[in-house]
């Protein structure tokens, strides 16, 4: 299979362009930070979030020191794996679009849920998908983490709405003396898949140096990753019924049927994916006083890839066909060369991107303590080059298109404070947050999608959006065995500067400059927890929850047929109302917990068909879904030393209801279809995880884990009924291995294999098959 990466090594070193970019002029910079949840099960080693902040929220984690020994981590959200509930939709290594998934929430809903990084937002609140709405995972590598910890529901006033699936809180440390360290990650994947296969690999080198001076503190980290990834798509055609006459045969169609059951043909794959990436970053901190410090940190990521087509197809002399004029024979049906040759394409990406915080915070050895965070992410380039022309030239230039990203991003501003009572029975937290999110992507036609510059504009997509905010939550222990905390967050948000430009086949433009609009909400929480002994104890929590419409959702092109048509600008907030009873049991060497919860969406953000005036007939676009009630149980168990000394058993399982209860706006595209009753879209009704790791001593760990996911609908009819293709989404099994040495102090080695039985599956992607990993790893 052919691949190209017209970049070849990385061209601009991040560490050169992070020092050419501290002398310039940075973005505004406002801010938003995160913190954590309440007596959540806490693992071995530092703090927890939730600890720390004391906020009501059932909270699961892991420490660096155990991804270490049970993970195959090559990206940060690797380490996220084996927690309960969470799936993270990374299709191969490198991967830039890889959405968190909750108990209630899909992989298409990256807006559903919050990731921070040491109060730095790295959710992409632009759009609520899996593309360009995914987490920013890339500014964080797993060597920089202290520990991870991810809360369930919208049940602290300190986070927004968008909390209602989870809120990821990573840790990173800083060094106490001076350190250095370098790892090497390698791994292959053999890939096949109708008949068509190829060997994968990929690498990644991280260093990492730091260290402590008196009072000021730097850490800097480095990271490269290079990848080749499976085909994210398959080029499919209907299945023809036309005669074939006397067109010319062409052979290496694979029969099969798409995710409704109807036939279809396979002609080859689409974006087979060559990554180079670069990360670098450096956090420097400083001890004004023994009670507060100052921080800033700043990243650097850079990204060129190259995208091409496969067709499994060939004509009579054997050669590769990739369609052309008239019509083809494929298996004695008539089929169209020219639609044929619009599937093939090729595309390249070259993005850069920039990450900065400045805070200011007390140590917490007082009754009061303050802290003030202001952080910016800022998309620096962002271009997406595509051919347009036919294949196999096109591959080597010609017309296409010009995607430009650059200049959108994200501010934030949090200003926090707490007081703590001096019989430690009451914690009164409080705080003040602003953010604001730009969009701008507009796209040009091009002569040469290589090389060439900006031609005809042919669509445009800006706005912005802005959030102020007022919260305040106090946690007060009425008696020695019961707390409540109770909250509320004040939210008023608003669009504006919306535009929307696009043209039609004819060549009619279309120029839309949309309305403002505004929304204000109060958002009340509410946690009694009862500590009925040293092991057992029993947590309601209710919390309702604003989500506002990204500027993505809000400011969306949307085609219908020749030409494009913005809508809805006037999205509504979807409420959310959750609750959670938990019961849990921890000891010194085992924890078990079992959680009932129940959550209610109205006007509920969901892409389905409807009509849009003017046009008749039905598209697909985001729109307000009346209600869904997503509902379920979540049992959690952990045991430390179990039959055996060193043995550890970690495992989950979560069943969840999720249904459409109302839906007005939905239009059918299948006779006798309805949404209401059917499963809420990307929400399976099982999942569950399963960890055993053996530590002989010191020096060596064995680990054998599974993951476990059913099926799941992408459509809100449920009319995807065949889940086991492309654009499906099937039930899997997956079981992972890992091993790890010791050597010394400063040497561990490390080996492992993820999807041991070579499950193929597709999560609408085909995802990774067996893939084997080998590690190196020196610390000074």
Same mark, same amino acid.
């Given at each position: 299979?052919?691949?190209?990466?017209?970049?070849?090594?990385?061209?601009?070193?991040?560490?050169?362009?992070?020092?050419?970019?501290?002398?310039?002029?940075?973005?505004?910079?406002? =801010?938003?930070?995160?913190?954590?949840?309440?007596?959540?099960?806490?693992?071995?080693?530092?703090?927890?979030?939730?600890?720390?902040?004391?906020?009501?929220?059932?909270?699961?984690?892991?420490?660096?020191?155990?991804?270490?020994?049970?993970?195959?981590?090559?990206?940060?959200?690797?380490?996220?794996?084996?927690?309960?509930?969470?799936?993270?939709?990374?299709?191969?290594?490198?991967? +830039?679009?890889?959405?968190?998934?909750?108990?209630?929430? #899909?992989?298409?809903?990256?807006?559903?849920?919050?990731?921070?990084?040491?109060?730095?937002?790295?959710? %992409?609140?632009?759009?609520?998908?899996?593309?360009?709405?995914?987490?920013?995972?890339?500014?964080?590598?797993?060597?920089?983490?202290?520990?991870?910890?991810?809360?369930?529901?919208?049940?602290?006033?300190?986070?927004?709405g968008n909390s209602y699936g989870a809120v990821t809180e990573i840790t990173t440390r800083m060094p106490k003396q001076f350190e250095a360290g370098v790892k090497v990650v390698g791994s292959t994947e053999h890939y096949d898949r109708y008949g068509a296969g190829e060997s994968l690999p990929a690498t990644q080198t991280a260093i990492n140096l730091g260290n402590r001076s008196g009072a000021l503190s730097w850490r800097f980290s480095a990271n490269h990753v290079d990848s080749f990834s499976q085909p994210m798509t398959y080029l499919t055609v209907n299945q023809s019924t036309a005669a074939a006459g006397a067109a010319p045969a062409v052979t290496g169609a694979v029969a099969d049927r798409n995710r409704s059951g109807g036939a279809i043909q396979v002609l080859g794959a689409g974006n087979?994916?060559?990554?180079?990436?670069?990360? =670098?970053?450096?956090?420097?901190?400083?001890?004004?006083?023994?009670?507060?410090?100052?921080?800033?940190?700043?990243?650097?990521?850079? /990204?060129?890839?190259?995208?091409?087509?496969?067709?499994?197809?060939?004509?009579?002399?054997?050669?590769?066909?990739?369609?052309?004029?008239?019509?083809?024979?494929?298996?004695?049906?008539?089929?169209?060369?020219?639609?044929?040759?619009?599937?093939?394409?090729?595309?390249?990406?070259?993005?850069?991107?920039?990450?900065?915080?400045?805070?200011?915070?007390?140590?917490?050895?007082?009754?009061?303590?303050?802290?003030?965070?202001?952080?910016?992410?800022?998309?620096?380039?962002?271009?997406?080059?595509?051919?347009?022309?036919?294949?196999?030239?096109?591959?080597?230039? #010609?017309?296409? +298109?010009?995607?430009?990203?650059?200049?959108?991003?994200?501010?934030?501003?949090?200003?926090?404070?707490?007081?703590?009572?001096?019989?430690? %029975?009451?914690?009164?937290?409080?705080?003040?947050?602003?953010?604001?999110?730009?969009?701008?992507?507009?796209?040009?036609? +091009?002569?040469?999608?290589?090389?060439?510059?900006?031609?005809?504009?042919?669509?445009?997509?800006?706005?912005?959006?802005?959030?102020?905010?007022?919260?305040?939550?106090?946690?007060?222990?009425?008696?020695?065995?019961?707390?409540?905390?109770?909250?509320?967050?004040?939210?008023?948000?608003?669009?504006?500067?919306?535009?929307?430009?696009?043209?039609?086949?004819?060549?009619?433009?279309?120029?839309?400059?949309?309305?403002?609009?505004?929304?204000?909400?109060?958002?009340?929480?509410?946690?009694?927890?009862?500590?009925?002994?040293?092991?057992?104890?029993?947590?309601?929590?209710?919390?309702?929850?604003?989500?506002?419409?990204?500027?993505?959702?809000?400011?969306?092109?949307?085609?219908?047929?020749?030409?494009?048509?913005?809508?809805?600008?006037?999205?509504?907030?979807?409420?959310?109302?959750?609750?959670?009873?938990?019961?849990?049991?921890?000891?010194?060497?085992?924890?078990?917990?079992?959680?009932?919860?129940?959550?209610?969406?109205?006007?509920?953000?969901?892409?389905?068909t409807s009509t849009i005036p003017g046009f008749a007939t039905p598209v697909s676009f985001t729109q307000n879904v009346d209600a869904t009630r997503q509902r379920g149980i979540e049992l959690v168990g952990q045991r430390r030393d179990a039959l055996i000394k060193g043995l550890e058993l970690t495992g989950s399982v979560t069943y969840v209801d999720a249904r459409i209860t109302a839906n007005s706006t939905y239009v059918p595209t299948v006779a006798g279809a309805t949404s209401v009753g059917k499963r809420t879209p990307y929400v399976p009704e099982w999942r569950a995880t399963a960890v055993a790791t053996y530590r002989l001593d010191e020096r060596w760990a064995y680990t054998l884990a599974a993951r476990y996911s059913g099926r799941m609908y992408a459509t809100v009819d449920n009319t995807?009924? /065949?889940?086991?293709?492309?654009?499906?989404?099937?039930?899997?099994?997956?079981?992972?291995?890992?091993?790890?040495?010791?050597?010394?102090?400063?040497?561990?080695?490390?080996?492992?294999?993820? /999807?041991?039985? /070579?499950?193929?599956?597709?999560?609408?992607?085909?995802?990774?098959?067996?893939?084997?990993?080998?590690?190196?790893?020196?610390?000074?």
């Amino acid at each position: 299979m052919k691949r190209m990466n017209k970049h070849g090594s990385p061209l601009r070193p991040a560490v050169a362009a992070m020092i050419a970019y501290m002398g310039a002029a940075a973005s505004p910079a406002f =801010a938003q930070t995160a913190e954590n949840s309440l007596p959540a099960v806490t693992v071995e080693g530092s703090r927890s979030a939730a600890d720390r902040n004391q906020l009501p929220a059932t909270t699961e984690s892991v420490t660096a020191a155990q991804a270490a020994d049970t993970v195959n981590a090559v990206n940060v959200e690797d380490t996220l794996k084996y927690l309960p509930s969470v799936l993270v939709r990374k299709r191969y290594i490198g991967d +830039t679009n890889a959405p968190i998934a909750t108990r209630t929430t #899909g992989i298409n809903a990256g807006a559903r849920s919050l990731i921070y990084a040491d109060g730095i937002l790295l959710s %992409t609140l632009i759009n609520n998908n899996n593309g360009n709405g995914s987490p920013q995972w890339f500014m964080v590598s797993p060597e920089e983490i202290e520990r991870i910890d991810v809360m369930y529901g919208p049940f602290s006033a300190m986070y927004p709405g968008n909390s209602y699936g989870a809120v990821t809180e990573i840790t990173t440390r800083m060094p106490k003396q001076f350190e250095a360290g370098v790892k090497v990650v390698g791994s292959t994947e053999h890939y096949d898949r109708y008949g068509a296969g190829e060997s994968l690999p990929a690498t990644q080198t991280a260093i990492n140096l730091g260290n402590r001076s008196g009072a000021l503190s730097w850490r800097f980290s480095a990271n490269h990753v290079d990848s080749f990834s499976q085909p994210m798509t398959y080029l499919t055609v209907n299945q023809s019924t036309a005669a074939a006459g006397a067109a010319p045969a062409v052979t290496g169609a694979v029969a099969d049927r798409n995710r409704s059951g109807g036939a279809i043909q396979v002609l080859g794959a689409g974006n087979l994916t060559h990554t180079l990436q670069d990360t =670098a970053k450096i956090k420097l901190a400083y001890d004004l006083s023994p009670a507060l410090t100052l921080a800033y940190t700043l990243g650097y990521w850079q /990204n060129m890839a190259t995208a091409n087509s496969q067709t499994f197809l060939t004509d009579s002399a054997g050669r590769p066909y990739y369609g052309g004029v008239g019509s083809v024979n494929i298996g004695g049906n008539a089929y169209n060369a020219a639609t044929i040759a619009s599937l093939f394409s090729s595309n390249s990406v070259d993005q850069e991107r920039w990450m900065q915080s400045l805070s200011l915070k007390t140590k917490d050895r007082g009754a009061w303590s303050w802290e003030a965070i202001a952080t910016n992410f800022y998309y620096g380039k962002d271009l997406t080059r595509t051919s347009t022309g036919l294949y196999p030239n096109a591959q080597s230039g #010609g017309a296409g +298109t010009i995607s430009d990203a650059s200049g959108t991003g994200w501010s934030t501003l949090d200003l926090k404070g707490a007081w703590r009572a001096p019989s430690a %029975t009451q914690m009164v937290s409080f705080g003040a947050h602003v953010d604001q999110f730009t969009l701008r992507n507009p796209t040009y036609s +091009t002569a040469d999608w290589i090389s060439g510059g900006n031609g005809a504009l042919i669509s445009d997509s800006r706005g912005k959006t802005q959030t102020d905010a007022l919260w305040a939550q106090d946690a007060w222990q009425w008696t020695p065995s019961v707390t409540a905390t109770i909250g509320g967050r004040f939210e008023h948000w608003r669009a504006f500067d919306g535009y929307n430009f696009s043209t039609a086949s004819s060549g009619a433009a279309f120029a839309v400059n949309q309305p403002s609009v505004a929304r204000s909400g109060f958002s009340p929480k509410l946690s009694i927890a009862w500590q009925a002994d040293d092991a057992w104890s029993l947590t309601g929590s209710f919390g309702k929850a604003l989500r506002f419409p990204t500027v993505g959702e809000l400011y969306q092109n949307v085609q219908t047929g020749t030409t494009f048509t913005q809508a809805n600008p006037f999205l509504k907030p979807e409420r959310v109302l959750s609750s959670e009873l938990a019961l849990a049991r921890n000891t010194a060497d085992s924890r078990l917990r079992v959680s009932l919860f129940e959550e209610r969406v109205f006007d509920a953000l969901i892409a389905q068909t409807s009509t849009i005036p003017g046009f008749a007939t039905p598209v697909s676009f985001t729109q307000n879904v009346d209600a869904t009630r997503q509902r379920g149980i979540e049992l959690v168990g952990q045991r430390r030393d179990a039959l055996i000394k060193g043995l550890e058993l970690t495992g989950s399982v979560t069943y969840v209801d999720a249904r459409i209860t109302a839906n007005s706006t939905y239009v059918p595209t299948v006779a006798g279809a309805t949404s209401v009753g059917k499963r809420t879209p990307y929400v399976p009704e099982w999942r569950a995880t399963a960890v055993a790791t053996y530590r002989l001593d010191e020096r060596w760990a064995y680990t054998l884990a599974a993951r476990y996911s059913g099926r799941m609908y992408a459509t809100v009819d449920n009319t995807d009924t /065949n889940p086991g293709t492309y654009q499906g989404f099937e039930s899997y099994v997956v079981a992972d291995a890992r091993v790890t040495y010791r050597v010394d102090r400063h040497w561990r080695v490390a080996g492992g294999v993820d /999807n041991i039985g /070579n499950k193929q599956y597709f999560l609408f992607h085909p995802f990774p098959e067996r893939t084997i990993f080998a590690e190196l790893k020196y610390d000074y």
